[in-house]
């Protein structure tokens, strides 16, 4: 199983960071503007659009309050198995946003690497302006 993992450190505060990662439905305002292009709610899902056509739908496994983990799986795509997490640590006097994805089959974690890339990429835009 390949496993991916993308940090970045933001110079927003963590708990802004933690608010906006807990906002399940809202990804693509309050998250990764311009990557994602729309998310819905739909029968207990949340169905992700990104800007280049792809759409997942994917499924709140946890909230970790205390660690400022959340947990969910993906299906959609070309992933047979998808598990992902956000986690929120302080860093300084910022954040530090750590993004896992475990997946199946392991050769499509070079794409999926890469759209973790752009969408971290907005995400540092969204805080760090």
């Given amino acids: 199983?390949?496993?991916?993992?993308?940090?970045?450190?933001?110079?927003?505060?963590?708990?802004?960071?933690?608010?906006?990662?807990?906002?399940?439905?809202?990804?693509?305002?309050?998250?990764?503007?311009?990557?994602?292009?729309?998310?819905?709610?739909?029968?207990g899902e949340r169905v992700v659009s990104f800007v280049n056509g792809l759409v997942l739908r994917e499924r709140l496994l946890d909230i970790d309050e205390h660690e400022r983990r959340l947990a969910y799986t993906a299906r959609g795509?070309?992933?047979?198995?998808?598990?992902?997490?956000?986690?929120?640590?302080?860093d300084g006097e910022g954040t530090r946003l750590s993004w896992r994805v475990d997946?199946?089959?392991?050769?499509?974690?070079?794409?999926?690497?890469?759209?973790?890339?752009?969408?971290m990429a907005a995400i540092k835009a969204k805080f760090d302006g």
Wanted: with cysteine; net charge negative.
């Fill in 1 to 43: 199983m390949a496993s991916v993992l993308k940090q970045i450190i933001l110079a927003a505060n963590p708990d802004a960071v933690w608010e906006a990662v807990c906002d399940f439905g809202a990804p693509h305002t309050r998250m990764a503007p311009g990557v994602l292009a729309d998310c819905r709610m739909e029968d």
């Fill in 103 to 119: 997946l199946l089959p392991d050769e499509i974690a070079p794409g999926v690497s890469g759209l973790m890339d752009q969408v």
């Fill in 77 to 90: 795509g070309s992933a047979s198995y998808h598990h992902a997490s956000f986690r929120v640590e302080p």
